[in-house]
């Protein structure tokens, strides 16, 4: 029984779920992983069904009726998990932008550091970030920067969606009233720890652009993650 496990969202991603269920699996510390498939019409959940033959203890699958949100997908895969007995439980996505090699980084800052939540960041020791076009970098680099100033957190990298958090972090927020589903829910989850009092660690990594499979990427998601950094300050100040 692994004390870890990598919680994988997905919907199209046929063409690289394997690959990254191999790669995760092939560490050196024994990760398990729940993918939460949101009903993908490529027959993903299908790939990761036969994979289960082969990874009958450590595999395993949370089919969603449809596509309703990153978000939501991650509330999900954490009331599954917490229902076990992990102690640590990542995000990761399935596209290889995130490096299964720095998922024992991660791992290490929670297990052996300081960390509460450990996160894989992309601006902690300048920009790394490849295979970005620059509208885009600027975008990502700009939007953490305006969140540190609305939020006051010291997270250089608050959209980031490559992390580890130890079970208590997420015992002690109340996920069910987590209410974004895009890039805000990231730093909406990272708002929550840090206003709880939880240690946040950014743990320098190289993002790369995803080779295979379409970017879920789209304005709504963008405007959600501006305007929503407003409202959970404003929200923070009046519950106090």
Wanted: aromatic share 12%; net charge positive; with cysteine.
């Amino acid at each position: 029984m692994s004390d870890a496990i990598v919680i994988i969202p997905t919907f199209n991603e046929i063409e690289n779920i394997e690959s990254i269920i191999r790669a995760v699996f092939s560490q050196e510390k024994s990760f398990h992983i729940l993918v939460v498939d949101d009903n993908s019409p490529d027959k993903t959940a299908e790939c990761v069904g036969r994979l289960q033959t082969e990874f009958p203890d450590s595999l395993f699958i949370l089919n969603r009726t449809k596509k309703a949100g990153l978000g939501v997908a991650y509330l999900d895969g954490f009331k599954w998990t917490l229902a076990k007995s992990y102690s640590y439980i990542f995000e990761m996505d399935a596209d290889f932008s995130h490096n299964p090699d720095d998922l024992i980084k991660l791992y290490d800052a929670c297990e052996n550091g300081k960390a509460d939540v450990a996160v894989g960041s992309r601006y902690v020791r300048g920009i790394t970030v490849v295979n970005w076009p620059l509208p885009r970098i600027l975008l990502s680099y700009g939007a953490s920067r305006y969140v540190r100033f609305i939020t006051g957190m010291k997270v250089k990298d608050s959209t980031a969606g490559f992390i580890c958090y130890k079970r208590d972090v997420l015992e002690a927020i109340n996920l069910s009233k987590v209410r974004f589903v895009g890039y805000a829910f990231q730093i909406e989850m990272k708002f929550k720890a840090f206003k709880k009092g939880f240690k946040i660690i950014e743990i320098p990594v190289i993002f790369k652009d995803r080779v295979k499979g379409k970017s879920k990427m789209s304005g709504s998601i963008i405007s959600e993650a501006i305007f929503g950094v407003i409202s959970l300050k404003l929200k923070s100040l009046f519950s106090r």
